[in-house]
């Protein structure tokens, strides 16, 4: 009798599992995400350093299972959400604790405040710049290698195959080129600035690529003069503050769109792939009417961009735009990533968006 009662269910279940695999659901599309960036993509690198660019404290991750983890979020930020929808079974560990067999899934170098110009960010203590983040990367690839016995081949193969991604630059404009007595908008038009990024920027990339990187989401920048703390900042001077910083990136990310035409054309087998972040978040808060975009769910420090800490937040989190002085909320963070995994317009993703990707050999 138990044997006629356990079959069934046994087929029951063999019948779930199937569609859950033909679905796509327990396979992951690749074997590894690798992440690169600031504080929108960092999940702790800046935890253990000598920085003011820290979110491992209440109430940041108040909506996350593990609460504060160095995430400048109330939840899940960019890069977790794309980990998901990649079908990955976990998110992907900080250079800082990532050990082991685990670096086979991947690493998260990203750190707050880091930006592709090596000086920005020093002025609020110790970051990971991008060229230090490709260090530390550097030594992972190595890892990597002596882990499939230290087979270099194999292992340039392994990481052809996985997603890497990279979002920086806010940085070097939200704390370097519009700070207030800046060297670099001093000397550089908005123009002539972007040019030096791209050019600096290109070579990181290259340096990426020659690391075994093949299949590379460039996510550009948001609207940072919209941001609340850009928005208070510009005071009296309104709008057209707000259309001056904006417009200064999006020369940024003209030219990086046009980078990945130009890397897709001169580098063997290169994948490199633009997300429009800054159309994505836009047509966010067009979206949904009631959105409250001006201000920060979290209680911010004047002349600071991070939450109070310990301070109680507001309560209808997935009704505001941005957590704190310039981070997304968890539900901004979760939209934007839906749409560079799967593009619902042309402008969110060129050539093609980040699933597309995935499936490319």
């Known amino acids: 009798m138990a044997r006629e009662i356990v079959k069934p269910l046994w087929t029951l279940f063999s019948a779930i599992f199937l569609i859950y695999l033909v679905n796509g659901a327990a ?14 993509s960092d999940s702790g ?22 609460g504060p983890t160095g995430r400048f979020s109330n939840g899940r930020n960019l890069v977790d959400a794309v980990a998901e929808l990649l079908g990955l079974d976990s998110y992907i560990p900080p250079f800082a604790t990532a050990r082991g067999m685990e670096i086979l899934k991947g690493v998260n170098y990203a750190s707050g405040s880091a930006g592709i110009r090596n000086e920005t960010g020093r002025q609020v203590g110790q970051i990971i710049s991008m060229a230090m983040q490709l260090q530390n990367h550097q030594s992972i690839v190595k ?75 460039l996510f550009g920048l948001g609207a940072i ?35 990945v035409q130009e890397l897709n054309s001169n580098l063997t087998n290169a994948k490199f792939i633009y997300i429009d972040y800054y159309g994505i978040g836009s047509s966010y808060a067009l979206s949904r009417g009631s959105l409250i975009t001006n201000v920060s769910c979290c209680g ?49 993703a060129f050539p093609y968006d980040i699933h597309s990707l995935a499936q490319l050999s």
């Open 27 to 40: 396979q992951p599309q690749v074997p590894c995400y690798f992440i690169f960036g600031d504080s929108l």
């Open 45 to 66: 690198n800046n935890n253990g350093l000598f920085t003011v660019a820290k979110a491992n404290f209440r109430p940041y991750g108040i909506d996350f299972p593990r």
């Open 143 to 217: 890892q990597i290698a002596s882990l499939r016995g230290n087979n270099y081949s194999s292992a340039e193969e392994y990481l052809g195959k996985c997603i890497y991604s990279v979002g920086i630059g806010t940085n070097d404009y939200f704390i370097n080129y519009f700070v207030s007595l800046s060297n670099t908008s001093r000397q550089y038009t908005p123009q002539q600035y972007a040019r030096v990024l791209i050019e600096q920027y290109s070579q990181q990339l290259r340096t990426l690529y020659n690391f075994g990187a093949r299949k590379i989401a």
């Open 225 to 259: 003069g919209s941001a609340p703390s850009e928005v208070a900042a510009c005071g009296t001077k309104g709008s057209s503050c707000v259309a001056y910083i904006n417009s200064a990136v999006q020369i940024f990310n003209g030219r990086l769109k046009s980078l």
């Open 300 to 348: 911010v420090k004047n002349g600071l961009n991070t939450c109070i800490p310990f301070q109680i937040p507001c309560r209808n989190r997935s009704r505001f735009m941005f957590w704190d002085g310039i981070h997304p909320t968890e539900a901004t963070n979760v939209f934007i990533a839906a749409r560079a995994y799967k593009a619902e317009f042309l402008t969110d």
